[in-house]
């Protein structure tokens, strides 16, 4: 729902849950007479790698399609957006979610994903599309652009920028942090993201006023992978400049086993948008918790469920574009409250979530900095 739209993987515990889509568990509807596959990696660490895949169909329409490979031993999938991804042994399996199910001859879907790795990482040489030998291409470097300065014909974008994109899932790797654009909503207009460095960065966006989170570009510092007792620190600084209108959030997003959990901290928020939680009255939804002071802010804290993965959304009871937050305090009360039990934290993301544009917005990440022990 909020950032790369993992969604999950029902068949295989090590594959990853997070928010948003309908799982697409019936067989494809009719098979391809021909397809094109690009696979690209996308980002790489030690141990793990991103990977963005396009498909596009050569044949008759089709309604429900499923993207088969076969990697190597050590190469696993644990994190998926915008497409149902399954592994079996070394055979990989990606089929559509819900809302790009139908490609037309010549319609293309595009999906990305996270994956671990032991020893090389070669790209697969072979994809299948609804059991059709596909061809295309694939490489083994980062498909992410590299720095490269700002376009002067682009308003809004400084000049001293080491690095400008528009892709749908362009990301930027520098310092430990990598920077995504990660446009992964229906409905979405344009976006440009910039930085001068992973942890000041910025996006100019137009997306239609319309229900719906559109994007969360992001910036995040790897993978924590620590469970909540073993932390001994976890805070964080940030300072944005944001728009007077439109509709969007400020926020932290938090992962935990493996995108079971999602933890969201709402800094500042505007328009019409809102937290999920189990129950809702004529005000919209119901907090949990009201005025609870925790980790250097107070909130209205929600509990709910998307489907996909339990969330928690602490919402400040008072907007603000600066400060610092002690993320372990608020790990550790969900701990305490029984919500969640020692789970492993994953990721720790800070961007804007927003979901409309009163036409072209700026949304400004001045600062950011994590401190870990």
């Known amino acids: 729902m909020r950032r790369r739209t993992p ?3 029902p068949a295989a515990a090590a594959l990853l849950a997070a928010a948003g889509a309908i799982l697409a568990t019936a067989p494809p509807a009719s098979a391809a007479t021909g397809c094109r596959v690009d696979y690209a990696i996308s980002s790489s660490w030690p141990g793990g790698f991103g990977a963005n895949v396009t498909v596009t169909n050569l044949g008759g329409p089709i309604n429900g399609w499923a993207l088969t490979w076969s990697y190597a031993a050590g190469q696993t999938v644990t994190q998926a957006w915008n497409a149902t991804v399954t592994q079996a042994g070394t055979q990989v399996t990606a089929r559509n979610a819900s809302y790009n199910a139908a490609l037309g001859t010549n319609g293309t879907a595009s999906f990305g994903f996270n994956g671990s790795q032991t020893g090389s990482n070669p790209v697969p040489t072979g994809f299948a599309l609804n059991g059709v030998a596909c061809t295309g291409s694939a490489t083994g470097g980062p498909a992410s652009p590299s ?3 700002a376009n002067p014909g682009t308003p809004g974008v400084p000049s001293d920028a080491v690095w400008v994109a528009s ?3 362009d990301t930027w790797q520098s310092n430990g942090y990598t920077l995504y654009n990660n446009i992964w909503g229906s409905g979405a207009g344009s976006q440009t993201i910039w930085a001068r460095s992973p942890t000041n960065w910025g996006v100019i966006a137009n997306h239609p006023m319309t229900s719906g989170v559109k994007s969360y ?5 790897g993978s924590l992978n620590r469970t909540v007792s073993s932390i001994g620190t976890l805070t964080s600084s940030f300072n944005v400049t944001v728009p007077g209108s439109g509709n969007y959030a400020t926020t932290y997003d938090i992962w935990a086993n493996n995108w079971a959990y999602e933890v969201m901290l709402w800094m500042n928020w505007n328009g019409a948008v809102g937290p ?8 919209g939804a119901v907090p949990a918790f009201r005025n609870l002071s925790l980790g250097g802010h107070t909130w209205n804290v929600y509990r709910g469920n998307n489907g996909a993965n339990a969330v928690y959304s602490f919402l400040r009871t008072s907007n603000t574009n600066s400060g610092t937050v002690d993320v372990k305090a608020i790990l550790t009360w969900l701990r305490t409250q029984g919500w969640w039990a020692d ?3 994953g990721e720790v993301q800070f961007g804007f979530e927003i979901s409309g544009t009163n036409g ?3 949304f400004t990440d001045n600062s950011f900095a994590m401190t870990v022990s």
């Open 276 to 283: 999920i939680a189990d129950a809702y009255d004529q005000n």
């Open 217 to 221: 570009p992001h910036t995040v510092r």
């Open 167 to 169: 892709g749908q899932w």
């Open 343 to 345: 789970v492993t934290v």
């Open 147 to 149: 720095p490269t300065p």
């Open 7 to 9: 969604v999950l993987a």
């Open 360 to 362: 072209s917005a700026a």
